[in-house]
């Protein structure tokens, strides 16, 4: 079996094993399961001490809804992959007290016979899962625990209390067009509601703090900077090594320094950051925010560990503003190209979690504020704390955090209400800015359940 990528989906627990196939004039071969090399994938933890002790197939046609399902007493985790026909995945978090508690998602599962690979989706206990098909459809799953009769049960997929939000538009939308000419058993369709099932004594089965979110020895890259000492505050277990102890541009040095310290979580703030001096020295701008970040991104490869990155809103081309974790990029100065490169590579490694975001002192330092330039931006503080919160939810994936659109005065003067603060224009400075980056972070929000 190989495993060409592994990724998270919405919910972080949710694993997409993307594995090859050995294509010719003929047709192609597979090895669709080879235990070892599952099981002992550096981002597939979670299931080194899984046995799968039962293989299910099932037919279904176009149109199909099942699901949503669950079990206990044995638990049961399902591996599951398309073999003919188009299956979509359905995923419910029915953990208690999980931060996606009530949030389900979906991924599509086409079967091809042109691709050069195919996939499996991880579904562990804790999570009810179902599907609906736009095709008539054979699919395979590998199960956990043996089917138990008097330990399952099921949530509505038609519930209207499910939590759609993190699910991708596109594929709730099929969702909706196929509900109304679908084929459901009247077992499905009239299950309990999430609310209804949550106050079933059964609930208790799925606590969140059972499974436990993943505990983090953490060191902090750029730990002198204002967002390090900040950090420092709100995590002060963390370790934060000066730029001589541990030199993002000296993979040796800081390979030296993480002997014997059983680090599981980087967050990677240094880096090079002023536009006009990077216009004037880009070379440092290489070696610290593309080639550093490398070796950040080669030393998580190599000692399993998970990165965070910090990112900047200037990465979009800023002509239009309120941008999503979708939006195309498109750096319009070097700095922004720098800090996109870093980016890229840390999209290499699949246990990371990238943070777009701008944000300054508690104080404005400034005399002046740019009038016609628009942001996301908050004080150090607030962007500090939504950071942790995002750790403490072990998210992964990309993620926006700021606050509405405003303009780079207006943030000023929410700082500093008092301050004589003059107005600037870009067209007074001699580097080149994005004129609107403010943020959609809505993904934070709803990760968090805030409207």
């Given amino acids: 079996m190989k495993i060409i990528e592994v990724k998270s989906l919405e919910i972080p627990e949710i694993k997409v094993v993307k594995f090859a196939r050995f294509c010719d004039n003929r047709g192609y071969f597979t090895e669709q399961f080879r235990r070892s090399e599952l099981f002992n994938h550096p981002d597939l933890d979670s299931m080194k001490k899984i046995e799968f002790v039962q293989a299910n197939q099932s037919y279904s046609k176009k149109g199909t809804i099942r699901g949503l399902h669950f079990q206990w007493n044995p638990y049961m985790g399902k591996f599951v992959r398309t073999i003919s ?5 359905l995923i419910l978090d029915i953990r208690k007290e999980s931060p996606t ?35 008539d459809s ?19 997929p038609v519930s209207r209390d499910l939590d759609w939000s993190l699910c991708k538009k596109e594929l709730k939308d099929q969702f909706d067009e196929i509900l109304l000419v679908s084929c459901m058993s009247d077992k499905d369709r009239n299950a309990p509601s999430l609310s209804e099932w949550n106050k079933d004594e059964k609930s208790k089965n799925f606590i969140y703090e059972k499974l436990g979110p993943k505990k983090y020895k953490t060191l902090f890259t750029g730990g002198s900077g204002l967002l390090g000492k900040e950090m420092q505050q709100i995590m002060p277990d963390s370790l934060y090594p000066s730029e001589n102890e541990f ?64 990112c900047t ?6 002509d239009k503003g309120n ?16 800090k996109l490169g870093g980016e890229c590579a840390v999209r290499l490694f699949d246990d990371h979690l990238i943070i777009r975001t701008s944000f300054g002192p508690v104080i404005f330092p400034y005399e002046a504020a740019f009038i016609d330039q628009w942001t996301s931006r908050e004080h150090v503080g607030i962007i500090a704390r939504k950071i942790k919160t995002l750790i403490e939810k072990d998210a992964r994936g990309t993620f926006h955090l700021g606050t509405n659109r405003r303009t780079v005065m207006e943030y000023a003067r929410s700082l500093d209400s008092e301050k004589k603060i003059k107005n600037i224009s870009l067209n007074d400075v001699n580097f080149k800015a994005p004129v609107d980056t403010s943020l959609d972070c809505k993904k934070y929000k709803s990760l968090i359940g805030e409207k």
């Fill in 313 to 318: 809103d200037y990465i979009f081309k800023g």
């Fill in 85 to 89: 026909g188009h299956m979509v995945d």
């Fill in 101 to 135: 508690f009530g949030k389900i998602i979906a991924y599509d599962l086409p079967a091809s016979q042109e691709k050069d690979y195919d996939e499996w989706i991880w579904i562990p206990p804790g999570f009810a899962h179902g599907n609906f098909f736009k095709q």
């Fill in 323 to 338: 941008y999503s974790e979708e939006d195309s990029v498109f750096p319009v100065n070097k700095y922004a190209w720098s």
């Fill in 247 to 310: 030199n993002i541009t000296n993979y040796q040095q800081m390979e030296d320094y993480l002997k014997n310290k059983d680090i599981n979580l980087i967050i990677h703030a240094a880096a090079f950051t002023s536009p006009p001096l990077i216009d004037k020295d880009p070379i440092k701008a290489l070696e610290v925010n593309i080639m550093g970040t490398s070796n950040i991104v080669k030393l998580c490869f190599k000692n399993n560990i998970k990165i965070v990155y910090l």
């Fill in 138 to 156: 054979i699919i395979e799953y590998f199960c956990s625990g043996e089917y138990s009769p008097n330990c399952e049960a099921g949530i509505s």
